[in-house]
């Protein structure tokens, strides 16, 4: 399962509290307490809901262990614990069973094999009343568990999936278990962008910043003037700025490609601010969609010996016709002997499929091996923050106009020359305008 062996994936929650203050560093007894007091335990009698959710200790759905010496790991700073849910669904088969064999009963003893009114009525009570028995045996419950790992040290829990159903019912979950006291937020990339600047008072710097256009509108884009990108998946949902995660995934593209595959991060736990050298590679597949939201989506993959697919042509034609990517395989490694194979979803902030490093080979206590696995994992999510961070540096600052002609020539440098059965551009791709510092043009874009 996740964290604990196999392949980890995760989302980010920051835990906060009502007052500002800083949560618990530590997972203390009281903290084990409030999750034992929430383990789902399905009762014998009676009919519970369609869909219940409670705690387990995660080595399985039953695991009601929430000792110290069992979930607790890195000195008592990390939790491991699963959400637990139970649905009580009768199938849609089965329903239209129980229906046709009720009708055919119903029908054989009525008068001339029509039902009346009333006798309608009375069908559908038993139908309900055989739905409710169904139920109550309890045969259609089935159990599911999303582990995550709460990370008190850094005010953060990491949790297995980011569908939105299971990260709502983990938030209220967790309201339930803390009263209030202990709030969770997902983060995004916007959220993400925002914690970061404001550390340094730059919150005002994120509120100014606008999707860059790299490239002119495609063809299709009604408004001939709007040549700002929509970016629909970010400023249609609750965080707006989440479009800096896909500039990002550009940002280490053009990098990677131009520049080499290592850059120097600080890390956010780093006491000395030392910087840590990250070397990167991107590769297995590239999924990316229209930042105009006319041209629709694309999935390129790679054969396992073959190239990276974001070298191919396609991806080039797809960058410079305005696909962003969303969501890109990568190779990480940092200068601790570290390396992590992943997928990483940059407007979301969730990272898929981690193949984490292999313990030393002398390493046989199964105790140490699942805080080895613990620690690597906290440290996959302090690397790409530190990267993240690094971009936001840059993307906040004067130094992006620069490097946003960067990547607009590299796009257009990069995109193999047209065939006959391509689809050309509709206008020369240039240098477009920066929203963020030419009021004019802004002035002028429909929103």
Request: aromatic residues 6%; negative net charge; hydrophobic residues 35%.
């Given at each position: 399962?996740?964290?604990?062996?196999?392949?980890?994936?995760?989302?980010?929650?920051?835990?906060?509290?009502?007052?500002?203050?800083?949560?618990?560093?530590?997972?203390?007894?009281?903290?084990?307490?409030?999750?034992?007091?929430?383990?789902?335990?399905?009762?014998?009698?009676?009919?519970?809901?369609?869909?219940?959710?409670?705690?387990?200790?995660?080595?399985?759905?039953?695991?009601?262990?929430?000792?110290?010496?069992?979930?607790?790991?890195?000195?008592?700073?990390?939790?491991?614990?699963?959400?637990?849910?139970?649905?009580?669904?009768?199938?849609?088969?089965?329903k239209r069973a129980i229906k046709g064999q009720l009708e055919k009963a119903a029908k054989a003893d009525a008068e001339g094999g029509f039902l009346s009114r009333a006798e309608k009525r009375d069908l559908r009570d038993m139908l309900e009343a055989s739905l409710h028995k169904e139920l109550a045996s309890g045969k259609h419950r089935a159990s599911g568990m999303t582990p995550l790992l709460w990370d008190a040290e850094r005010h953060t829990l990491l949790f297995a999936t980011s569908a939105n159903k299971a990260t709502e019912a983990l938030i209220d979950l967790w309201r339930r278990t803390f009263e209030n006291q202990l709030l969770l937020t997902t983060l995004s990339a916007g959220r993400l962008a925002?914690?970061?600047?404001?550390?340094?008072?730059?919150?005002?710097?994120?509120?100014?910043?606008?999707?860059?256009?790299?490239?002119?509108?495609?063809?299709?884009?009604?408004?001939?003037?709007?040549?700002?990108?929509?970016?629909?998946?970010?400023?249609?949902?609750?965080?707006?700025?989440?479009?800096?995660?896909?500039?990002?995934?550009?940002?280490?593209?053009?990098?990677?490609?131009?520049?080499?595959?290592?850059?120097?991060?600080?890390?956010?736990?780093?006491?000395?601010?030392?910087?840590?050298?990250?070397?990167?590679?991107?590769?297995?597949?590239?999924?990316?969609?229209?930042?105009?939201?006319?041209?629709?989506?694309?999935?390129?993959?790679?054969?396992?010996?073959?190239?990276?697919?974001?070298?191919?042509?396609?991806?080039?034609?797809?960058?410079?016709?305005?696909?962003?990517?969303?969501?890109?395989?990568?190779?990480?490694?940092?200068?601790?002997?570290?390396?992590?194979?992943?997928?990483?979803?940059?407007?979301?902030?969730?990272?898929?499929?981690?193949?984490?490093?292999?313990?030393?080979?002398?390493?046989?206590?199964?105790?140490?091996?699942?805080?080895?696995?613990?620690?690597?994992?906290?440290?996959?999510?302090?690397?790409?923050?530190?990267?993240?961070?690094?971009?936001?540096?840059?993307?906040?600052?004067?130094?992006?106009?620069?490097?946003?002609?960067?990547?607009?020539?590299?796009?257009?440098?990069?995109?193999?020359?047209?065939?006959?059965?391509?689809?050309?551009?509709?206008?020369?791709?240039?240098?477009?305008?920066?929203?963020?510092?030419?009021?004019?043009?802004?002035?002028?874009?429909?929103?």
């Amino acid at each position: 399962m996740p964290f604990l062996n196999g392949q980890v994936s995760f989302a980010r929650l920051a835990i906060t509290t009502p007052t500002g203050s800083a949560g618990p560093s530590l997972i203390g007894e009281s903290q084990l307490d409030a999750l034992r007091e929430h383990i789902l335990v399905p009762g014998d009698i009676g009919v519970k809901g369609e869909i219940e959710s409670g705690w387990c200790a995660g080595a399985h759905v039953y695991d009601e262990d929430f000792s110290a010496e069992h979930s607790t790991f890195a000195g008592g700073s990390v939790l491991h614990c699963a959400l637990r849910t139970d649905t009580n669904r009768v199938p849609g088969e089965i329903k239209r069973a129980i229906k046709g064999q009720l009708e055919k009963a119903a029908k054989a003893d009525a008068e001339g094999g029509f039902l009346s009114r009333a006798e309608k009525r009375d069908l559908r009570d038993m139908l309900e009343a055989s739905l409710h028995k169904e139920l109550a045996s309890g045969k259609h419950r089935a159990s599911g568990m999303t582990p995550l790992l709460w990370d008190a040290e850094r005010h953060t829990l990491l949790f297995a999936t980011s569908a939105n159903k299971a990260t709502e019912a983990l938030i209220d979950l967790w309201r339930r278990t803390f009263e209030n006291q202990l709030l969770l937020t997902t983060l995004s990339a916007g959220r993400l962008a925002y914690n970061h600047l404001a550390t340094s008072g730059r919150t005002r710097d994120l509120e100014d910043l606008k999707p860059s256009p790299f490239t002119a509108p495609p063809p299709h884009v009604g408004d001939s003037h709007a040549r700002t990108p929509d970016v629909p998946w970010s400023m249609g949902g609750p965080e707006p700025h989440d479009f800096l995660g896909n500039e990002f995934l550009i940002w280490l593209w053009r990098r990677w490609e131009e520049e080499g595959a290592r850059i120097d991060v600080t890390l956010p736990s780093s006491r000395t601010q030392a910087p840590t050298t990250l070397e990167f590679a991107l590769d297995k597949h590239v999924e990316m969609q229209c930042a105009w939201g006319v041209t629709g989506k694309q999935t390129l993959r790679g054969d396992a010996e073959g190239p990276s697919p974001l070298r191919m042509p396609e991806a080039a034609d797809a960058l410079a016709g305005g696909k962003w990517p969303r969501k890109l395989g990568m190779l990480l490694a940092d200068d601790e002997g570290n390396a992590w194979r992943c997928s990483l979803n940059a407007d979301r902030w969730a990272v898929t499929g981690i193949a984490l490093p292999d313990p030393p080979e002398d390493m046989e206590d199964e105790r140490e091996k699942l805080e080895w696995r613990i620690d690597k994992t906290r440290a996959l999510d302090e690397r790409f923050l530190g990267l993240f961070h690094a971009f936001l540096d840059v993307r906040a600052s004067d130094a992006w106009t620069t490097e946003r002609h960067r990547i607009s020539d590299w796009i257009r440098s990069r995109r193999p020359v047209a065939r006959n059965d391509r689809q050309k551009p509709s206008v020369e791709i240039e240098h477009a305008p920066d929203p963020s510092i030419e009021a004019p043009f802004e002035e002028s874009r429909s929103v």
